[in-house]
C-alpha cells in the first residue's frame, strides 16, 4: 500500500519518524513538506492509496493540506487525519472526516500501533477478494451451505454490474468491467441503501441478457438478502468496510422499507433493530479511564465482570424467550459443567406466570454463560447453600446479590439507547424469539412449548400471524386444477 504523509514544515519531526515506522513495519510510503508545483501534489496523490493528514496549530492554516485534501477526495482516495497537538478549532477542510486524536494515546509506539491498525483495516481487498475470504472460512464446512452462500454473493456482483443501476448509488461509478475487482474502500455513506436497491433488482423484470431469472419469488428474496448481509457482517468484523459506510443503517434502511410494505395488523410486534442488541455488550470496550495506569484493578475486574454478565444475560433473553422474572431466577447449578462444555441443548426448568412449569432451552447462548461463570472463579460452584444465583450484581454494595428486574431493565434500555435504537424492554425479546420461530415456520404446538404457554390458543392469538407477501406468493404459486376435457357424444 503506498502511503502519503502530508505535512506542515513545522511538523516535519514527527512526519520523518512516523514514515520510518510505516517502512519498518513494511508499508510504502513517502511524506510531503510541502510541493509549490500543483503537478507534483496531483501526481503523489494519485500514487497513493491512504492519505495520512498530520494536523496542528502549525498546519491548519497551511494552503498546501487543503490542496492536498480537495485532490484525494477527488480521487477517491481514503483520507486519515491525524490530530497530534490540541486544536482550537476543526479545520474547515476536513470537515465530515473523523479525525483520530494521537494526543489522548499514552506514548508514541502506541500511536504507530494504532495508525498501522488503521491502515490494515482496508488495504487493497476487492468484492471479489472478500468473497473468496469469506466462502474459505473454517465455519463454513458444508457444501450446501457454501454453494447457498456462493449463489446470494454472485447474484448481489450480478446487481453491481447491472448497467441499469448506474446512477442510483455512487458504488455503482465505481463498477468497470468486473464488479469483483470494485474496491471495498468505495463503498460511502451515500450506498447506504444498496439491501434495499439489491432486494428491489431482484422482485424486478429480467433483462434480456441470458441466465436472468428475474423476478425471485419473494422467500428467494429473503434467502438471498441475508445471506448478502452475512457476508458485509464478515467484513465488517474483520475491519475491511470503510469507517463511513455504516452497515447497521444499511439494514435498517431495507427492514424498515420492507417491513412498511408489508405492514401487518394484529399481535404486538418486537422492536425494530432488537438483533442489534443482542450482541451489543460482545463488542463493548472498556471505557478509557478504565486503562490509565494508576487505576485499581479491582475496578477493571468488576467492569468485565459487568460486561460478561450483560452479554450473557441479552443473549439467555434472546435464545430462550423466557420472562425477565424466569431468567434471573436460574442458579448457578441450573448449568452443569458437563452441558457447558457440548454443544447439546439444555433445558432448564422454570416456574411460568401462572405457576406451572415450563422448561428454557440454552444452546448459542451457552458459551456466554459459561464465560461469564469461567470469570467468577472456580470456586464459584462450591456455594454451600448451593443455590448461587447465575446473574448477580458486581456493584461493591451488593456484591453477589441477585440481579434485579429493575437492574435488568436499565441494562436493557442503557444498551438500546447506546446503539440509537428506541425503547426495549426484557419482555420484547420473547416477542422476538416467538415471531422468530413463527416465521422459520415452527409448528404453533412447538412454540407453545417453548414458550411455556398453557394453551396453543394464546400462542395463536398472540403471535400466529401471516407475512401478507407470503400470501401474495402462494396465490401466484398455487393455481386452480385444470377443467376436465368434456365428453364428446
Not at 183 to 200: G, Q, Y
Not at 219 to 237: H, I, K
Not at 436 to 448: E, H, M, R, S
Request: glycine letters at 4%; a neutral charge.
Amino acid at each position: 500500500m503506498q502511503v502519503l504523509i502530508a505535512a506542515a514544515p513545522k511538523d516535519s519531526p514527527f512526519a520523518d519518524w512516523l514514515h520510518r515506522e510505516l517502512q519498518r513495519f513494511g508499508h510504502a510510503s513517502e511524506f510531503l513538506l510541502f510541493a509549490p508545483d500543483a503537478d507534483v501534489i496531483e501526481q503523489a496523490v494519485r500514487a497513493c492509496r491512504v492519505v495520512l493528514l498530520v494536523l496542528s496549530p502549525h498546519s491548519v492554516t497551511w494552503q498546501f493540506l487543503v490542496s492536498v485534501v480537495a485532490l484525494a477526495q477527488h480521487h477517491h482516495k481514503r483520507i486519515i487525519p491525524l490530530q497530534i497537538a490540541h486544536l482550537p478549532d476543526r479545520p474547515e477542510f476536513v470537515r465530515g472526516l473523523p479525525i483520530v486524536d494521537l494526543t489522548a494515546l499514552p506514548s508514541r509506539q502506541i500511536a504507530a500501533e494504532h495508525v498501522l491498525h488503521l491502515l490494515s483495516q482496508h488495504g487493497d481487498r476487492t468484492f471479489g477478494a472478500a468473497r473468496d475470504a469469506y466462502l474459505q472460512r473454517a465455519t463454513l464446512k458444508a457444501e450446501n451451505t457454501i454453494a447457498a452462500y456462493r449463489r446470494s454473493i454472485e447474484l448481489f456482483l450480478d446487481f453491481l454490474g447491472d448497467p441499469s443501476q448506474r446512477g442510483r448509488l455512487p458504488i455503482h461509478g465505481f463498477v468497470t468491467i468486473a464488479p469483483d475487482d470494485t474496491p471495498l474502500n468505495a463503498l460511502s455513506a451515500e450506498d447506504a441503501p444498496i439491501f434495499l436497491h439489491f432486494a428491489e433488482w431482484m422482485l424486478s423484470a429480467p433483462s434480456r441478457q441470458p441466465g436472468d431469472k428475474r423476478p425471485y419469488k419473494v422467500s428467494t428474496v429473503e434467502l438471498r438478502l441475508a445471506g448478502v448481509q452475512n457476508w458485509f457482517q464478515f467484513m465488517d468484523d474483520h475491519g475491511w468496510l470503510p469507517a463511513d459506510f455504516r452497515l447497521a443503517k444499511a439494514r435498517r434502511i431495507v427492514r424498515d422499507e420492507l417491513r412498511s410494505r408489508s405492514r401487518r395488523s394484529g399481535p404486538p410486534q418486537p422492536p425494530d433493530h432488537i438483533e442489534e442488541l443482542i450482541y451489543y455488550f460482545d463488542h463493548l470496550h472498556r471505557p478509557p479511564h478504565l486503562d490509565k495506569p494508576d487505576v485499581d484493578p479491582e475496578r477493571v475486574r468488576r467492569w468485565e465482570l459487568t460486561r460478561l454478565r450483560n452479554r450473557a444475560l441479552l443473549h439467555a433473553l434472546a435464545e430462550t424467550g423466557g420472562r425477565i422474572s424466569e431468567i434471573l431466577s436460574l442458579d448457578v447449578g441450573d448449568f452443569p459443567i458437563r452441558y457447558l462444555e457440548r454443544s447439546e441443548v439444555l433445558r432448564v426448568e422454570v416456574r411460568a406466570k401462572g405457576g406451572h412449569t415450563y422448561q428454557l432451552r440454552f444452546l448459542h447462548a451457552l458459551p456466554a454463560i459459561k464465560a461469564y461463570l469461567d470469570a467468577r472463579g472456580a470456586d464459584l460452584r462450591a456455594s454451600t447453600s448451593g443455590r448461587a444465583p447465575l446473574f448477580v450484581s458486581h456493584d461493591p454494595r451488593f456484591d453477589g446479590n441477585r440481579m434485579s428486574r429493575v437492574i435488568a431493565w436499565r441494562v436493557v434500555q442503557r444498551a438500546a439507547r447506546a446503539l440509537g435504537l428506541k425503547s426495549i424492554s426484557p419482555h420484547d425479546f420473547r416477542h422476538w424469539r416467538a415471531t422468530q420461530l413463527i416465521n422459520a415456520g415452527t409448528p404453533l404446538d412447538v412454540v407453545q412449548d417453548y414458550l411455556g404457554h398453557r394453551s396453543v390458543e394464546t400462542t395463536r392469538a398472540y403471535y400466529a400471524h401471516t407475512d401478507p407477501l407470503r400470501v401474495d406468493d402462494a396465490a401466484r404459486q398455487i393455481g386452480l386444477p385444470r377443467p376436465e376435457p368434456e365428453d364428446e357424444e
